[in-house]
């Protein structure tokens, strides 16, 4: 009962404003180029359907191989960090760094660097930048947060530092990665969009341009129905993220152990 009322009163809400949009509009007249009715936004979607699929395709592709690089390479940098005290004194500020640096700024470099021609390599590596920080933050803070007598334990048993790792640093962190990983996973859109936005030469041919192409034309409604799939497919990816944080806890994490009191 609690998990149908979790989904529907979200679902109520959507409707309430989808209906309250649609009267505003119809009553005060709005044009279309201004605010289109969800009426509108429906036929618009229904009407450029398979191009929208297609640049829909080619944004999930960039975003899902940045998501994975920035996956891969977190984890690895965060159990360097883990292994070494001295590397990761040495080696976190510039990732610091790099997290504050506006990827606006970088990415016209980055375009320069890997060249027009492979546009997507360059679109992916924008938005592993921008996806990384979290999961290597989350990842650092999950190994460094060990407990130490289980660690004394386990090297007075002889253990080595891979099975320490293993055993011990890498459960440890598995909470702090995932919820990381959520993160990471609608940055990585974010970042393959704002990456379509800077290359804005038609090269690209994700969402981003179709919104860039639909707001020079003045086509509002196509605008707003690629808006609804980019918003449609960051509340996916958060909704598996979390279903996969769900699967790998629901036994042993507080977290997701639904309470039964």
Do not use: C
Not at 13 to 38: D, K, N
Not at 68 to 89: K, P, Y
Request: aromatic letters at 10%; a positive charge; hydrophobic letters at 60%.
């Amino acid at each position: 009962m609690r998990r149908i009322r979790d989904f529907a009163l979200p679902l109520l809400v959507a409707l309430l404003v989808l209906g309250a949009w649609q009267w505003a509009v119809a009553h005060w007249h709005v044009p279309v180029y201004v605010l289109p009715a969800p009426s509108a936004i429906a036929k618009a979607m229904a009407d450029n359907f398979s191009s929208l699929m297609a640049a829909l395709a080619s944004t999930l592709t960039v975003t899902v191989e940045a998501f994975v690089a920035a996956t891969v390479l977190g984890v690895a940098t965060a159990i360097a960090f883990s292994q070494s005290r001295l590397l990761e004194r040495t080696l976190y500020p510039y990732a610091v760094i790099l997290q504050v640096t506006p990827v606006v700024a970088i990415a016209p470099l980055i375009l320069i660097w890997v060249g027009f021609e492979r546009i997507n390599l360059a679109l992916t590596i924008i938005a592993t930048i921008v996806a990384f920080f979290p999961i290597l933050a989350g990842a650092t803070l999950g190994l460094k947060s060990a407990d130490f007598n289980l660690i004394d334990l386990t090297r007075l048993y002889g253990a080595s530092r891979l099975q320490t790792l293993w055993r011990i640093r890498l459960p440890t962190a598995l909470p702090t990665l995932l919820s990381g990983m959520k993160t990471a996973g609608g940055l990585a859109l974010i970042g393959a969009v704002v990456a379509e936005f800077v290359a804005g030469s038609g090269t690209a041919t994700g969402l981003a341009w179709r919104i860039v192409e639909s707001g020079n034309r003045l086509e509002i409604a196509t605008l707003f129905a690629a808006l609804a799939l980019l918003a449609a497919t960051g509340v996916l990816i958060f909704a598996a993220l979390s279903l996969l944080e769900w699967w790998l806890l629901r036994r042993w994490h507080e977290s997701a152990i639904t309470n039964r009191s």
